[in-house]
């Protein structure tokens, strides 16, 4: 079993970490990102095997993120009034469909509507894997958020490697490596979704809400929507450049100075070592 249930009473239970879980949904985490690093991942072998230009390999890139971005707060809005379990395995499944669907799509409208299973499947998975990190986190909050938060930093990371190790050497058709990821990330959701369940019945049948939430200082509607905002544009803006080289300095590399594929890829990933290192050394500054 992925997951150990704790004895005594519900309260006890929700103030008790439940790392297994923690750890489990962090992983899936990093299964979830790295198919979707699979996508810029495949930029440069889509241009070269089918001649897609930047034009259309810029909209296959908007299509995976405007799906993936706006859908989410949406699952998150239903999420809230109504809790869906079983909804983190079949929001693999549609990742699962979507990395199929764009290994073996010969035409690009396919590949376009792969993505946009991808992008859903991604939408899905983050609101409810938040949801399971809080709740499998009881009294370590901070710890379990990282955890999940590393998973998904790593699953970007990937993307470099995805491109210079596998759908280099292999071609478009490499991506169906990762149906496997998929597979396995859908066998570990099930588990984990059955759990959720079980502590949702529980929560229902003390009709005792999270003991954790009353630790949170009440905001006026002012504070959250100014929050809120600043949140929102911090995040376009790295999200924007972010996306823009993850998708495209690939390919200034290639035409400036005439790298091949895997030593630019190369040295992208050593530069997301260099800001997942900061990012390390600011959360230490933080915590410490």
């Not at 859908?71 to 869906?84: A, E, N, R, Y």
């Not at 290639?254 to 091949?260: A, I, P």
Request: aromatic fraction near 12%; charged fraction near 15%; hydrophobic fraction near 50%.
């Amino acid at each position: 079993m992925i997951y150990k249930m704790t004895t005594g009473t519900v309260s006890s239970r929700l103030s008790n970490p439940v790392y297994p879980i923690m750890f489990a949904i962090g992983l899936c985490h990093l299964f979830n990102d790295s198919l979707q690093a699979v996508i810029p991942a495949m930029f440069p072998v889509l241009a070269k095997e089918i001649g897609l230009t930047f034009t259309q390999l810029g909209l296959i890139s908007f299509v995976l993120n405007i799906v993936a971005s706006v859908l989410q707060p949406v699952v998150g809005f239903i999420s809230d009034k109504k809790p869906m379990p079983y909804a983190l395995p079949l929001g693999m499944t549609s990742s699962f469909l979507g990395m199929a669907g764009l290994a073996f799509a010969p035409e690009y409208w396919m590949i376009l509507v792969s993505v946009i299973f991808l992008g859903l499947g991604s939408a899905v998975f983050h609101p409810e894997g938040s949801r399971v990190s809080f709740m499998a986190a009881g009294t370590k909050r901070g710890l379990s958020q990282s955890i999940y938060q590393v998973g998904g930093n790593s699953g970007q990371a990937l993307a470099p490697l995805i491109s210079a190790f596998i759908l280099v050497p292999l071609g478009q058709k490499g991506a169906a490596l990762f149906l496997v990821v998929a597979a396995v990330g859908i066998f570990i959701l099930s588990k984990i979704s059955a759990w959720y369940k079980k502590q949702l019945e529980e929560e229902k049948t003390a009709k005792k809400k999270r003991a954790l939430l009353s630790s949170l200082p009440t905001l006026t509607k002012k504070q959250v929507g100014i929050a809120l905002t600043l949140l929102m544009i911090i995040i376009f803006a790295r999200s924007f450049y972010v996306t823009n080289m993850t998708n495209f300095y690939i390919f200034h590399l290639m035409d400036k100075y005439g790298f091949t594929i895997q030593r630019g890829n190369c040295l992208y990933l050593f530069s997301l070592r260099l800001e997942q290192l900061e990012r390390f050394l600011v959360d230490r500054g933080r915590i410490d």
